[in-house]
């Protein structure tokens, strides 16, 4: 059994796996750059070991440091919390060969997952639905044609080099197709100087879906239902929320049964999470595992009961999981918003609201000083409620509630999302930021 | 608010563990570093995984320091997989100075290092071609020379004479092995007379120094290299930093004797990161082939026949101001316009490298070709670093060096030339600039491979000449070549600079007359506007007449080569 974990994360998912750790009878170590010095996190736990500068490079991912301070305190496990080293093989592998355990998936798994084709192609030969596409490369319309009647309409065509938009077309019809492809491939020829084109299922206004699932050592697997993670800014997740309007008890088995199938076929081992991308007909397709504990875990919690750190630390520790999948119910509504600093600066004054299904995940306090080195996350306001409706009123009161004096907040762009009426009739897919930004802008500023 | 020591924790002593369980595996082994697993980086001290050392080219990930590598890592960096044959190991040299305790060491670190003697010899494929390759290993009495060392290193390159093959030797060491006394340093004479022969067989010689480089090596094999490579920061040098420092007294500047001194003083030719190593040498070996134009121009000689439309309607003086002008394209444009793979080679091996003269070998048309340009920069900056295109003696003496190579492997020589005259300065007469400019005069006369100059802007006196002794001497149509500058002309005949207008009129230096009085051969149109946007307009004539050239002088017999550049001169 782990007696003692070192956490190698900082912020407040630092603080949640101290308080976990806590709550289970388990030791503490806190890693802390030299700007964390008086990080909540750093004082929190039972021992804190100093592991270099401000820089992440040079303390959060410094691997040797964070090994060599483990070792030091005699911690048994390493929990790297998310981002950092979190999904980083080498890491993971580094704490094998130093006989401690991660908690988390083996670092085979992590690399395997890690590396886009191969996983790819694991979850296609697990028959988990993947997005179609042409594998191999395309150089004629002609050969685009054929693969499209394969793929299916519509399609894209992108440049094997591509990157910024540039060589990339959407047909939705053979008609389409042709000149598209034919624009694309001058368009890539002439910014990247090469015309090998990849053509892939176009996916309309799709919602992004995760599913959480736990596995043990044993070949157990659970998924604890969906996150709908489809509000972002810039790829930057702003609201989840569990469960999803739009996923029926029919498709939640159905896509539940698909990532309990990917996580078997990778051969997980601890808690992940499977995104898809759900298109409006209710298709679904796979597109990445997520190795570690997730910002949005919090939703899942709420409406599942399940503490997911504590079960993480289980499963490392060796035990069997506890529940099977018929045990698994989601009860009422969790929303998540992510309040985030818009500049660097030192909190004056804050208060954060309470009360009933409030639940604040946060390392911040008055004085705390928000430095320009790490992710600027502040604090994750998560409400639960009997169903969608009253989730929502509890997150506009609660957001209304939110003081952070001293450095720009993202809490006033949030509460205008939440005051949103399509968001409030469920009505969002991912490019609802891009599509309302100027709206929301604009009511911010009043 | 501070939070230290602010709140409560839990007795640990007291923690009562809530998450026993049947299923929970024991441990029974705890947490440690295996051995070998990280190292210590000797420069920036952080902690670093071996591996990541290892499959990162043995160099610092935290602070890209390089560290010293094994000589089979070298070897097996450097050549294609499986293809090293090592050759003459077992070689002893006993104790001639009967130095207790010698032999003794000597077995001991064969027993540790598993290497025979401090370098290692062979055979290898280098992308396909083969190549003797030698690599010193500092693990063995810091790589010092001694009758061993010198035997392999001599018999390595006695069989690549014979073989025809190009040497490749990657240089580390302390020096002559003190231990074995005299012996040691009869093998600096031994390595460098077996180099003398491969050399005076025409054959390639590519030196490598590594950290560190020093002593008798470094004033025997290592620095008789065709070409000289070395690694970034590496310690090169003949007395060590510190004996230099307690014989002189004083305290040697930051960056003494490293690699990018070397490059500076014009010892090497480049300093090249590992990690492109292997390229830069296979590159290198493939220009050191013997290689013919493609697609002949000759064969069909109506490609030559082109329109060249000259403007009549420009003074002298107006064709002097354009021949200086700023946006005027300038060596190193036309080296990359008309040549592919251009590497750049540094230094005269005497005092310097001169950045007024660029040189290097390219191809054109697929053949390999030495080519030497006089280079003014693009900008003040630039200018200023490459001294406005006036050479100093070191750049005259590294362009010799360069056609010395051209002549050795038989590549074609381009000059390009464009000076408003040699340097004049204190510095420059301290290092002969007569004497550096009459030496290229005399040799480029005997020289036995193909040159062609081309003065692509001024063409200043004696500092252009000593780049244009050459078969065919070409022009643009407003560049300008002098005995000196108008002003100078000007100043000097008519004591009054300011006339220097009405000295280019009476100077006959523009191209028409230079073509009319048999000066040069050819002059190139150019377009209206001539900046580096419209030079393809000359060098796409530029380039068939360069091939037509390639093409007619390399049939000719070196004596006849010779023979025509004499005359050339001679009826002058």
């Given amino acids: ?446 | 608010m501070k939070l230290s020591s602010m709140f409560k924790k839990p007795n640990q002593k007291k923690y009562i563990s809530l998450t026993e369980s049947q299923n929970a595996i024991e441990r029974t082994v705890s947490p440690e570093v295996p051995e070998g697993l990280w190292k210590k980086c000797n420069e920036c001290k952080s902690a670093i995984m071996t591996e990541d050392v290892k499959n990162g080219y043995y160099i610092c990930p935290k602070c890209g320091h390089y560290f010293r590598m094994h000589a089979m890592n070298r070897i097996k960096m450097i050549a294609d997989s499986d293809t090293f044959e090592e050759w003459d190991t077992g070689l002893t040299s006993g104790n001639p100075l009967n130095y207790r305790g010698y032999e003794e060491k000597v077995q001991a670190l064969r027993e540790k290092t598993g290497l025979d003697e401090a370098v290692v010899t062979g055979k290898a494929k280098i992308d396909g071609r083969e190549v003797v390759l030698a690599a010193c290993d500092g693990r063995f009495m810091m790589a010092s020379m001694g009758k061993v060392v010198g035997e392999k290193i001599t018999r390595a390159v006695e069989r690549a004479t014979t073989e025809k093959l190009p040497v490749v030797i990657f240089a580390c060491s302390g020096g002559a092995r003190m231990q074995e006394g005299i012996h040691s340093l009869m093998q600096m004479s031994k390595t460098s007379a077996a180099l003398k022969r491969h050399h005076d067989a025409g054959q390639l010689y590519i030196s490598v120094l590594t950290d560190p480089t020093t002593g008798g090596v470094t004033a025997s094999f290592a620095m008789l290299g065709d070409i000289i490579l070395a690694e970034p920061k590496a310690l090169i040098g003949f007395a060590g930093p510190r004996v230099i420092e307690q014989t002189i007294g004083q305290q040697l500047p930051e960056g003494f004797q490293r690699a990018e001194f070397l490059l500076e003083h014009g010892f090497i030719d480049k300093i090249v990161e590992r990690k492109d190593m292997r390229d830069t040498i296979s590159q290198i070996i493939q220009l050191h082939e013997k290689g013919e134009i493609q697609d002949s121009v000759l064969q069909d000689p109506e490609h030559l026949n082109l329109q060249q439309e000259y403007n009549h309607n420009v003074t002298a003086w107006e064709r002097v101001q354009l021949s200086r002008k700023q946006e005027r394209p300038v060596g190193t444009d036309y080296i990359s316009e008309l040549f592919t793979d251009f590497m750049e080679f540094h230094g005269d091996r005497y005092y310097r490298d001169d950045k007024a003269i660029v040189g290097g070998i390219a191809r054109f048309r697929g053949m390999p070709v030495t080519v030497i340009a006089q280079a003014k920069g693009k900008n003040t900056k630039e200018n200023i670093e490459r001294n406005y295109g006036m050479p100093s003696p070191d750049g005259y003496r590294k362009a010799l060096r360069l056609m010395k190579q051209a002549e050795k492997f038989g590549r074609p020589i381009i000059c390009f030339v464009d000076t408003p005259g040699a340097f004049c300065g204190i510095e420059a007469e301290e290092r002969g600039q007569g004497e550096a400019i009459a030496r290229n005069l005399y040799e480029m006369s005997g020289i036995k491979v193909p040159i062609v100059s081309i003065i692509i802007g001024e063409g200043g006196s004696g500092g252009a000449l000593a780049m244009a002794t050459s078969d065919e001497v070409w022009v643009l149509e407003n560049s300008i070549y002098s005995i000196l500058s108008p002003e100078g002309f000007a100043s000097i005949l008519w004591k009054d600079s300011s006339l220097a207008q009405e000295a280019a009129g009476v100077m006959k230096l523009t191209a028409q007359h230079l073509k009319k009085t048999g000066i040069v051969e050819q002059v190139f149109a150019e377009p209206e506007e001539f900046t580096v946007d419209t030079l393809k307009e000359v060098t796409a004539k530029m380039e068939l007449y360069l091939a037509a050239f390639i093409e007619k002088y390399t049939k000719l017999s070196a004596q006849e080569l010779v023979d025509n550049r004499y005359e050339r001169f001679r009826k002058m």
């Fill in chain 1, 1 to 446: 059994m782990i007696k003692k974990v070192l956490i190698a994360n900082r912020g407040e998912i630092a603080v949640r796996i101290i308080r976990a750790c806590r709550e289970m009878g388990i030791e503490t170590v806190a890693v802390y750059s030299e700007a964390d010095k008086e990080a909540l996190h750093t004082q929190l736990a039972d021992e804190a070991y100093c592991i270099g500068g401000a820089p992440s490079a040079d303390s959060y991912l410094n691997m040797e440091q964070i090994i060599s301070a483990t070792i030091v305190s005699g911690a048994d496990a390493i929990h790297p919390g998310f981002g950092f080293l979190s999904e980083n093989h080498k890491f993971a592998e580094l704490c094998e060969k130093c006989n401690i355990i991660f908690i988390g998936p083996s670092a085979e798994v992590i690399r395997k997952l890690g590396d886009k084709s191969q996983a790819r192609n694991t979850m296609i030969e697990a028959k988990v639905p993947v997005i179609p596409g042409s594998n191999e490369p395309i150089f004629e319309a002609e050969e685009a044609l054929k693969a499209a009647e394969k793929i299916g309409y519509p399609v894209i065509v992108k440049a094997a080099l591509g990157g910024g938009g540039k060589g990339m077309r959407v047909a939705a019809t053979e008609d389409e197709l042709e000149n598209a492809f034919q624009t694309a491939q001058k368009e890539a020829k002439a910014a990247f100087g090469d015309g090998t084109m990849y053509m892939e299922h176009f996916i309309q206004h799709p919602k992004h879906i995760e599913f959480q699932i736990l596995a043990d050592k044993y070949g157990n697997v659970v998924h604890l239902g969906e996150r709908d993670c489809s509000i972002q800014k810039n790829h930057q997740k702003l609201i989840e929320e569990s469960p999803c309007v739009a996923i029926s008890e029919e498709l939640r088995e159905k896509m539940g049964e698909a990532a309990v199938k990917a996580a078997k076929a990778a051969q997980y081992e601890n808690a992940g999470t499977i995104e898809f991308l759900l298109e409006e007909t209710g298709e679904f397709y796979f597109m990445e595992m997520n190795t570690r504990i997730q910002v949005e875990h919090p939703v899942t919690e709420w409406v599942t009961g399940i503490d997911l750190i504590k079960e993480q630390i289980r499963i490392a520790s060796g035990n069997e999981l506890a529940y099977k999948q018929e045990d698994i119910h989601l009860t009422g509504h969790s929303i998540e918003c992510r309040i985030n600093a818009k500049t660097p600066g030192t909190i004056t004054d804050m208060y954060l609201p309470g009360g009933k299904g409030v639940r604040i995940d946060s390392a911040i306090y008055s004085g705390y000083t928000v430095t320009p080195y790490y992710d600027s996350m502040l604090a994750k306001l998560i409400v639960f409620a009997k169903n969608r409706e009253e989730a929502i009123m509890k997150m506009r009161s609660t957001l209304g509630e939110v003081i952070i004096e001293g450095i720009e907040t993202n809490v006033d762009y949030q509460y205008e999302i939440l005051n949103d009426a399509d968001y409030f009739a469920g009505n969002y897919n991912i490019e609802f930021i891009a599509e309302k930004e100027e709206e929301l802008l604009r009511h911010e500023a009043i």
